[in-house]
C-alpha cells in the first residue's frame, strides 16, 4: 500500500519511537525508507539574534558570534549525520530498504518539499506535545505537515507515562 515512507527523525525520544514504528511498517508493507533530519534555526543551541551587531560597531564581539554560530551549526550537522547513519545501518540490518538526508530550514516546509520531490506515499512523524502560547508562538510542525503535506500523514504519539499517584502497593 505505502511504497515510499518519509520518516521525519530528531534527537528527542519520540525520535527514536518514530523511527521503531516505521521499522515496523516498512516491514509489514514492503516499504522504502527515506529518514530526514533538519537542522531548523529554532533548535536548540543553533543562535539566532534577533537584531545583527554592524561589523563597524562590535568587530571583534560579531566575529566571534559567527565563530561561535559556525561551530554549533558544525556540531549539529555533525550530530545528524550520525543519527541518520546509525539508524541507516539499523534499517539495512532490519532488512529495510533505506536512505537519508538532512536539510537546513523550516522543518514543516522541508518535509512536505523532500514528500513532494520524492514521491512519498507516507510521512511519519512525531510530536513535540506543544500546546498553548508555546504552539501559538513557535507553531506546530505536526499541524503544519497535516495541512500542507503531498501525501498521507502518520503523526506518532508518544505513549504517555502514567504519573506517581503516591499510592503505596501492599
Not at 543551541?45 to 558570534?65: C, K, N, R, V, W
Request: net charge negative.
Amino acid at each position: 500500500m505505502f511504497q515510499k515512507i518519509l520518516v521525519a527523525l530528531d534527537h528527542a525520544e519520540t525520535g527514536q519511537s518514530v523511527f521503531e514504528k516505521a521499522i515496523e511498517f516498512a516491514k509489514v508493507n514492503q516499504s522504502q525508507l527515506m529518514l530526514l533530519h533538519i537542522i531548523s534555526p529554532l533548535d536548540e543551541g543553533i543562535p539566532t539574534p534577533m537584531y545583527p551587531m554592524p561589523d563597524s560597531l562590535y568587530p571583534m564581539q560579531h566575529e566571534a558570534f559567527i565563530r561561535s554560530s559556525a561551530q554549533l551549526f558544525s556540531q549539529a550537522e555533525t550530530a545528524g549525520l550520525d543519527m541518520l547513519r546509525a539508524r541507516d545501518a539499523a534499517a539495512t540490518a532490519a532488512g529495510v530498504r533505506c536512505e537519508f538526508t538532512q536539510h537546513v530550514g523550516d522543518p514543516g516546509d522541508v518535509i512536505c518539499t523532500i514528500a513532494r520531490t520524492w514521491n512519498a506515499d507516507l510521512i511519519m512523524m512525531g510530536r513535540r506535545g506543544r500546546s498553548g502560547i508555546s504552539e501559538f508562538l513557535l507553531g506546530s510542525v505536526s499541524n503544519y505537515v497535516l495541512h500542507h503535506a503531498p501525501c498521507s500523514v502518520l503523526v506518532v504519539q508518544e505513549a504517555l507515562i502514567p504519573a506517581k499517584t503516591g499510592v503505596r502497593k501492599a
